[in-house]
């Protein structure tokens, strides 16, 4: 007999089907029990005659198989429930469960919740927030293919960090000290040159942050694009615009369930996103809120303070912060006169969810940028050969997946919205 | 004035157009010079009037746009041709190229060609092999999504190899020891457990084999899926099937253009493949080939042979394998009578590209076999304890992507399926 999906029942009214799940609830009457069983689709409510079929004292969250007639039935759950009529325990429980998870609200600390991650995750909200999340990814994939762009895998493996500073994993490669890659920055780059122009990776980057903070983890998952023949990082910016409203649009459509049980209504882009100059930032900050601490980068508080005023004054959420200064960008970031570049930061709700910009795509200039720096280009001759053969003017960006995710759906900590975090001192479960 | 891609180009007859790419090829004559663009979508001759264009020296592969006049005109590329315009530099090629790379074969050894890897990728041959690699991930995922599997991202930095062994590379995390995933076993089982059932994931997997060989790399992409409530492996293999049918049918309706680049035919499934256990396969190597030194796994001619002997005598290029020894598989195996287990590889024209089977289910049976296999349970600690609150029947396996290129694309060598491939030596470009 072939089992059949608990969203599926409505097709069976009347019929004799198996279900197979989870026991999510009991409540033993005197005649007849109450058990809800769970499945990867949902909730249904079956009734146990106590005297045909004895459940002894099984636990909740045990694993069983059911054979019954859907009934038509109002409860809470359903118009319909199942009058059971064989029941048979898969695999029991047989210790008291470390959590409780059957109840609306999971009411544990964060540490808890990650220590009993498996557990944790049955529970529909923090189930539900990875379903979002799939939804994320989907979308981010599917504009950007339609947009000609070629989905690509590069090494995580590296012989040398691309974002510069000490914030890098140290691998054992055989005789060889290699690092973890902090972003595919470089090798998404090599990609468009390769002829392919357009490309976009999801993938695990390592960043060794040596704090822990609700918004950072060790090991997370980047979303990245690179985009070659381009003006300049106006493009990317256009392009990163009606990815995110498809990606928005396609969550408000396809995960309406999900979003209810969140309570999250999505945000809208209504025609584009406000774009300010960084040093108009710093302007504002100093001028509506008496901040003048910036230097070159805003704190989590400018963050903060930047995108209030975006929402109050600009009517958006989002908001496009350009021309970072020069000294606080990467080496491969194209410059824009002597201070700035042509680079941008995207804030939403006091948190900035991507960094992107131009790239330099001369030769010359890339080595120049790099001696600016402070850097040996020696040490950089696999990346910047590439530049010798053709390199056409390209720009991209970086959309942290459990960052996003944190913001669209108002998790307080970015380890809310990662299955498995990695942070300072999380290596386990 | 926006780009037009090549492929366009055919809904602008005898209107003028800007098209953007590399340089191909050049052939000047007296009175005019043919160049040909290539963009990512395809090759187009344009004629250059040398009176009223002079374009130097320019080296093959430089960056230019060009405006000019689509006319109707029948070249070896295309029913048309464009009359320049105008002709702009937008990046040179300075330097000799390091390999040439416009001609129909590319006429270079592996280290040459993975040593010049962006350059190397321009070529179409090249090019065209990570676009059928694009419709195998595609494939996978849609399948699967259809399926009613949820992707996941689960952690490349652990505490505890899953798959035993010394083949593991080692990070320094901090204070700590980590390791690197050698496959998403123990997480992608508990998101089975976790109240998705069904969970599948594409991402970098790290093997620290000591030794180069043609089919081996140190970090591959690994496409992974689980599934709970089955019955046996039976039912992971029947899934494969049909996913497997589903990729290679979409290759072979969306990668047209780049099949006949690459001269493959799409090898068909019909109906079923054949699955014979590992005990006859080993009596069928010993009576057809007289090969008599297989010791719980076949070595390389061992598969070569009996996928010979598939093909011959069963009519398919496939094969599954079951019954595998226990004292060969994982401690996770479900173990079937005393010394065998309910496992499988898919072996494909002489090359396996697919481990899989079902796994252990109950917490002490577990307990039981990781013993058995001589291993400490106190150090799986935190994957058994899953196993106490609820775990499904379930099963899955695992398909190397480059593995399962090379062999649908008859490559030589498996890094010729990666980007950017990792082995013993190679930690760069």
Known sequence: ???????????????????????????????????????????????????????????????????????????????????????????????????????????????????????????????????????????????????????????????????????????????????????????????????????????????????????????????????????????????????LKHVLNKIEKEGKEYLEILNIVIPKIENTIPRIKFSEAIEILRKEYNKTDIDGDLDPEGEKLICKYAKEKLGCEFIFLTHYPRKKRPMYTMPCGENETHSFDLLFRGIEITTGGQRIHEYDMLIDNIKYKGLNPEKYHNYTSVFKYGMPRHGGLAIGLERITMQILKLENVREASLIPRDRTRLTP
Chains 1, 2 share one sequence.
């Not at 325990?89 to 544990?108: A, G, T």
């Open 1 to 243: 007999m072939r089992r059949v999906m608990v969203k599926e029942l409505n097709n069976y009214i009347n019929e004799e089907v198996k279900i197979q799940g989870w026991i999510y609830r009991i409540r033993k009457l005197k005649e007849i029990t109450f058990m809800i069983l769970r499945d990867r689709t949902g909730l249904v409510q079956c009734v146990i005659d106590n005297k045909t079929i004895d459940m002894g004292n099984i636990k909740l969250e045990s694993v069983v198989s059911i054979i019954g007639e859907v009934k038509e039935n109002n409860n809470i759950l359903n118009p319909f429930e199942i009058s059971t009529k064989n029941f048979e325990i898969l695999n029991e429980v047989k210790e008291e469960l470390p959590i409780e998870i059957n109840k609306k609200q999971l009411e544990i600390n964060l540490d808890t919740m990650l220590n009993n991650r498996i557990l944790s995750l049955r529970h529909e909200k923090i189930n539900s927030i990875f379903k979002i999340q799939n939804l994320i990814i989907q979308g981010f994939r599917e504009f950007l293919t339609k947009e000609g762009f070629t989905e690509i895998f590069t090494p995580k493996i590296v012989a040398e960090g691309a974002e510069g500073g000490t914030e890098i994993f140290e691998v054992k490669y055989f005789e060889n000290k290699a690092y973890l890659a902090q972003s595919p920055q470089f090798y998404k780059q090599m990609m468009v040159g390769a002829g392919y122009e357009r490309v976009f990776e999801i993938a695990h980057v390592y960043r060794a942050e040596q704090h822990n903070t609700n918004r950072h983890l060790n090991e997370y998952i980047s979303m990245d694009f690179e985009m070659g023949f381009i003006e300049n990082e106006e493009d990317v910016m256009n392009m990163e615009e009606n990815l």
